[in-house]
């Protein structure tokens, strides 16, 4: 009996306009994954690093979570339910920052289907036009994007392998 495969992303046929992808699971943020991000990217200001500064000389008292951060972790929540087929992310059409994020909140992600059109120059994938919300534990929205996606259509799917392109099978011992 074969086992059924786990669907990570979507073909351009089974996106719906409308539709509202609740991503799970959440991520609690924690100071070791906000600095490691901000030392990663060279982001330095002491308002994400050094809490007494933080505490002293800012309107929020502690140290805030870099607002990049948010925006990766909740595209990269989005994979499984929106890009987890895509061909290309083609635009970041708009990126807005809502509200802080501090360390120990737990980050949530849901995307909205704005729009979906068919290439005009390749009739096996589309464009899929996405929103996508972060919010907090208390439902405080944090993070809004909104992109762009070349998604394939089930045709160029199958054609390449299916739900699991490339994927070998285990030789027998």
């Known amino acids: 009996m074969e086992a059924?495969?786990?669907?990570?992303?979507r073909y351009y046929e089974e996106f719906e306009v409308g539709a509202v992808y609740k991503h799970w699971p959440g991520k609690t943020v924690t100071e070791y994954d906000d600095h490691?991000?901000?030392?990663?990217t060279m982001n330095h200001h002491p308002l994400h690093l050094d809490a007494h500064y933080a505490g002293e000389t800012t309107d929020f008292g502690r140290n805030v979570v870099v607002g990049n951060y948010i925006y990766s972790l909740l595209l990269g929540m989005s994979v499984p339910d929106v890009s987890g087929k895509a061909i290309a992310n083609l635009e970041i059409e708009s990126l807005k920052h809502v509200k802080p994020t501090f360390h120990g909140d737990t980050i949530y992600g849901e995307t909205e289907v704005l729009g979906k059109t068919e290439s005009k120059s390749k009739d096996d994938r589309g464009v899929v036009h996405v929103e996508t919300r972060g919010y907090k534990q208390d439902g405080t929205v944090v993070c809004t994007f909104r992109r762009k996606v070349m998604v394939p259509k089930r045709s160029y799917g199958e054609a390449r392998g299916g739900e699991q392109p490339a994927r070998p099978e285990p030789k027998a011992q």
């Open 4 to 9: 059924a495969a786990l669907q990570f992303g």
């Open 36 to 40: 490691l991000f901000c030392l990663l």
